[in-house]
């Protein structure tokens, strides 16, 4: 799925590829949290960073709280 509409969200949660986060930036409303899967949003740090110990293989899950502090 490309395309999906996240204007009245306040939690979202993605597992998308990195270049794709990044097209999603420029569509994120104010007052809202953005959870992903094992993939950062490019320059922005994330508000929590929580790695998932499992027995295959780990996972990690990052939070922003959008409107996002810019990077220093």
């Known amino acids: 799925m490309t395309s ?19 097209r999603l930036r420029s569509r994120l409303q104010t007052k809202l949290r953005l959870v992903s ?4 949003m490019g320059d922005w740090v994330p508000d ?3 790695r998932l110990e499992q027995s295959e293989e780990d ?12 990077s220093p």
């Open 4 to 22: 999906a509409e996240v204007c009245d969200a306040t939690v979202v949660f993605i597992y998308r590829l990195p270049h794709l986060n990044l």
């Open 48 to 50: 929590i960073t929580r």
């Open 37 to 40: 899967h094992m993939f950062a």
């Open 59 to 70: 996972s990690v899950l990052y939070l922003w709280r959008i409107p996002h502090k810019k």
